[in-house]
C-alpha cells in the first residue's frame, strides 16, 4: 500500500513563499504521478500541479502557474511545492496524492478519480 506525508504548511503573508513536501512509499515501479491538491473551505478540492515520475513532466493549474514549481528528489522518494508569491485565495488545505499512470491517462492529471492514494492535509494560510 503507498502511503504519503505531506508536510510545510503554514501562516504567511501575501507575496511570501512556502515549500511543500510529500514523502511517499510503497511503490517499487516508475509509472506514476504524484498530484498536488487543494481544498479551500467551502469549495471542492481541486487540482494544483503534478509530476509523473516515469517521464517527469509537470502540469500545471491556471492560476499557479508561473508562482508554484513541481520538483521532485527520486531518491529521496519526495516531491515538492514550491510557493511563490502566494496570495490569500491560495489559502486552502492542501494534499499530496498518488496515480497509476494508465489512471491519469483515462482520466486526466488533475481528476481526483485518478488518485488512488491520499496523504493528510497540511494547511496553507495566505493573509493579506
Known amino acids: 500500500e503507498v502511503q504519503l506525508q505531506a508536510s510545510g504548511g503554514g501562516s504567511v503573508q501575501a507575496g511570501d513563499s512556502l515549500r511543500l513536501s510529500c514523502t511517499y512509499s510503497g511503490y517499487r515501479f516508475d509509472d506514476y504521478t504524484i498530484g498536488w491538491f487543494r481544498q479551500a473551505p467551502g469549495k471542492e478540492r481541486e487540482g494544483v500541479s503534478c509530476i509523473s515520475r516515469g517521464d517527469g513532466n509537470t502540469y500545471y493549474e491556471d492560476s499557479v502557474k508561473g508562482r508554484f514549481t513541481i520538483s521532485s528528489d527520486k531518491n529521496m522518494n519526495t516531491v515538492y511545492l514550491q510557493m511563490n508569491r502566494l496570495k490569500p485565495e491560495d489559502t486552502a488545505v492542501y494534499y499530496c496524492?498518488?496515480?497509476?499512470?494508465?489512471?491519469?491517462?483515462?482520466?486526466?492529471?488533475?481528476?481526483?478519480?485518478?488518485?488512488?492514494?491520499w496523504g493528510q492535509g497540511t494547511q496553507v494560510t495566505v493573509s493579506s
Open positions: 496524492a498518488f496515480s497509476i499512470d494508465k489512471a491519469t491517462k483515462v482520466l486526466g492529471v488533475f481528476s481526483l478519480d485518478s488518485y488512488s492514494y
